[in-house]
């Protein structure tokens, strides 16, 4: 249960602090992200540490159950798939799927369901509810 509770505190402020600038910096984000699709070494590193750190949690915490340990191993699970179709998928799907939610409507969606999913995270690991 430790584990638990300090990855619910990791990733509930991971994603308030990161939803919250995700929101306020959406076009400077957007250019970063065209700027590491542009690379293709750089894009493959980061799937690599994508995948080292989803493999990580997955193993760490396989936990399945329909509460916030749930939606911690679900993350760790996500992680791990979009690693995976980053590194297998050809390239040029890779940048039309990227490309498609390289707009500002999904940042805006992407950092408010950030926001909410830290404040829930931060609350149940911190004991706020």
């Not at 430790?2 to 990733?11: K, V």
């Amino acid at each position: 249960m430790e584990l638990s509770i300090f990855l619910a505190q990791l990733f509930g402020l991971y994603f308030l602090i990161a939803g919250g600038i995700i929101m306020m910096r959406q076009k400077s984000y957007m250019h970063i992200i065209m700027d590491v699709l542009g690379d293709k070494g750089l894009l493959m590193i980061v799937a690599i540490c994508q995948l080292f750190a989803g493999l990580s949690l997955v193993l760490a915490h396989w936990v399945w159950t329909p509460d916030w340990r749930g939606v911690i191993t679900l993350i760790g699970v996500w992680i791990v798939v979009e690693a995976i179709f980053y590194l297998a998928a050809p390239y040029t799907k890779v940048v039309k799927l990227v490309k498609q939610f390289n707009t500002p409507a999904w940042y805006t969606s992407g950092g408010m369901l950030a926001v909410v999913m830290g404040a829930y995270l931060a609350g149940k690991g911190f004991g706020f509810w």
